[in-house]
C-alpha cells in the first residue's frame, strides 16, 4: 500500500511516464460544429437578458394582473366622466365672484372680506377638472344638496346689479316712477301672500279702500289697475274713490 | 478561439460571462473542451454519447449562469456536473449505475490483464503505445477511470475529485491509486 501512495504522489507532481503517455495520447478534440452550437447557446443566453428578473410569480400572474389593472382605471375614468357630464353646467355669470384659490387666501389672509370685483371670464373647461371637489366629499353628501361650482352664484342676483338696485333709491325718481314700483310692490306682496288667485272682487275692492284710507293712493290705483284687468266686467258701481 | 489572458482564473472568467460577457465563456470554453469531451469519450466509448454528454453539460453551465457562485474552482464544478450527467447516462441506458462506484475498492481488477505478460518490446510506437493505454484505460472499472480522468484532462486535485464525484477523500484517493498503478504496469513503466 506504502508503494502505491508513493506511485500516486509521484504520477500527482505530473512528471511520469503514465503522465506523459496520456498527454501524447489524448488528442481528441470536439468538432468544430459542435463548438458553434454551444458558443451560439452561450451568446443567446447573454442576450436573452436577465431571467432572475421574473419570479415563478409574474410570470404566471404578470400578464393577467397588468388586463386587470388596465380594466379597473378604464372603468373608473369612465365612470368619472358619466358623472361629469351628469352635473349641471355651471353658469358663467358677469361679475359672479371666482372660486376662492387657496393660494391667493394664503398669500393674504387679513383682506377684507368684501369681494373684489373681477374682470369677466370665459369659463374654463379645464379649470373645472381641477377645481372639481374631491369625490369622496361629493359621495358623502346629497348629490342635489352639493354645492355646484358655480350654482349658487348663478341664482343670486349679480353683485354688480345689486348695488345698482341700492343706489337706486337715492337717485332721483319720476312720481310715475315711483308709482309703479309702488304698485309692483303691492303686486308682489299680494302674490306673495298667495291669495290674489283666490281673492273674490269684493276683497279686492276692500283692499283697495283700505290702502286709499291708509293715505297710499298709488298702491291703491295700482291695485285698482290690476282689478281692472281681472274682473273687466265686474260692475264697478260701489268702487271706491 | 479567444485570445484572453490565461492570468485570467476560470472562476473570474465565468463571472465575467454569469454578468453578460460572452467572450469571457469563449475563453473558458477553450480551456476546458478538450478534457471534458476525452473524459465522456473514455467513459462512453462511443463518439456520438460523448458528444451528447459534452454538449448537455455546457449548454447546462449556460443556463446556470446567474446562480453560478465561486465557491470552489470552475473546475471542480464543470466536472461535477460532467459526473452527474454521466451518471444519469448510465441509470438510463443500464438501469443502474456501476457497481465501480459503490465500492471504492476497486472491484474487477482481476478483469485487467496480467501486468506480469509478455514484456512489451522496449521501443513502441507511440500508436501502439496509445492503444495500449487507451485499452487499459477502458478495461478500469467506470469510477477508478472517471477519478484518472479528472485528474488527467480536468487538472481536478484528489479534494477536488472528491468533491465533483461526491465521495469522501479517501475514496477518491484509493480509486486514482488502483487506476494509476494499473495504468503504469501496462505502460510497463517502473520508475516514472
Known amino acids: 500500500m506504502a508503494e502505491r501512495d508513493d506511485e500516486l504522489e509521484h504520477y500527482l507532481k505530473g512528471g511520469s511516464k503514465l503522465s506523459r503517455a496520456w498527454r501524447e495520447a489524448a488528442d481528441e478534440e470536439p468538432n468544430a460544429d459542435l463548438d458553434e452550437v454551444i458558443i451560439e447557446a452561450a451568446r443567446r443566453e447573454v442576450h436573452r437578458g436577465p431571467k432572475v428578473a421574473y419570479s415563478p410569480f409574474s410570470r404566471s400572474w404578470g400578464v393577467p394582473l397588468a388586463l386587470a389593472a388596465v380594466l379597473v382605471v378604464s372603468v373608473t375614468v369612465t365612470l368619472v366622466m358619466h358623472e361629469d357630464a351628469s352635473e349641471p353646467l355651471p353658469v358663467p355669470v358677469d361679475g359672479a365672484p371666482a372660486a376662492p384659490a387657496p393660494a391667493a387666501e394664503a398669500q393674504s389672509p387679513k383682506a377684507p372680506a368684501v369681494p373684489k370685483r373681477e374682470e369677466p371670464r370665459a369659463p374654463e373647461p379645464a379649470l373645472k377638472e381641477h377645481v372639481r371637489p374631491d369625490s369622496r366629499e361629493r359621495e358623502a353628501t346629497p348629490r342635489q344638496a352639493a354645492p355646484a361650482p358655480f350654482a349658487g352664484q348663478a341664482l343670486k342676483p349679480p353683485a354688480e346689479s345689486a348695488a345698482r338696485k341700492q343706489a337706486l333709491p337715492s337717485a332721483p325718481a319720476t312720481p310715475q316712477q315711483e308709482e309703479n314700483a309702488a304698485a309692483a310692490a303691492t303686486r308682489a306682496k299680494v302674490e306673495d301672500a298667495g291669495r290674489v288667485q283666490e281673492m273674490a272682487p269684493e276683497e279686492w275692492l276692500a283692499r283697495i279702500e283700505e290702502l286709499r284710507r291708509q293715505g297710499k293712493q298709488a298702491e291703491a290705483d295700482a291695485l285698482l289697475a290690476e282689478f281692472k284687468k281681472r274682473f273687466p266686467d265686474y260692475p264697478l258701481d260701489a268702487r271706491p274713490k | ?192
Open chain 2, 1 to 192: 478561439m479567444v485570445g484572453m489572458d490565461r492570468e485570467i482564473t476560470d472562476e473570474a472568467l465565468m463571472l465575467r460571462y454569469r454578468d453578460g460577457d460572452a467572450a469571457a465563456f469563449e475563453a473558458l470554453y477553450e480551456r476546458h473542451r478538450g478534457g471534458l469531451y476525452r473524459y465522456f469519450l473514455r467513459q462512453t466509448g462511443e463518439r456520438g454519447r460523448a458528444e451528447e454528454l459534452f454538449q448537455d453539460v455546457w449548454v447546462n453551465i449556460v443556463h446556470a449562469r446567474r446562480r453560478y457562485r465561486p465557491s470552489a474552482k470552475f473546475s471542480t464544478y464543470l466536472y461535477r456536473v460532467a459526473h452527474n450527467r454521466l451518471i444519469d447516462d448510465y441509470r438510463s441506458r443500464r438501469g443502474r449505475v456501476p457497481v465501480s462506484f459503490d465500492d471504492p475498492d476497486c472491484p474487477g481488477e482481476e478483469t485487467l490483464p496480467d501486468p506480469r505478460g509478455p514484456e512489451p518490446a522496449r521501443e513502441l510506437e507511440r500508436r501502439e503505445q496509445t492503444e495500449r493505454l487507451l485499452a487499459a484505460l477502458g478495461a478500469l472499472p467506470e469510477a477508478q477511470r472517471e477519478a484518472f480522468l479528472m485528474h488527467q484532462e480536468g487538472g481536478l486535485t484528489l479534494d477536488q475529485i472528491a468533491a465533483a464525484m461526491g465521495v469522501g477523500f479517501e475514496t477518491a484517493k484509493s480509486r486514482l491509486r488502483y487506476a494509476v498503478a494499473r495504468l503504469r504496469r501496462e505502460l510497463g513503466e517502473r520508475d516514472g
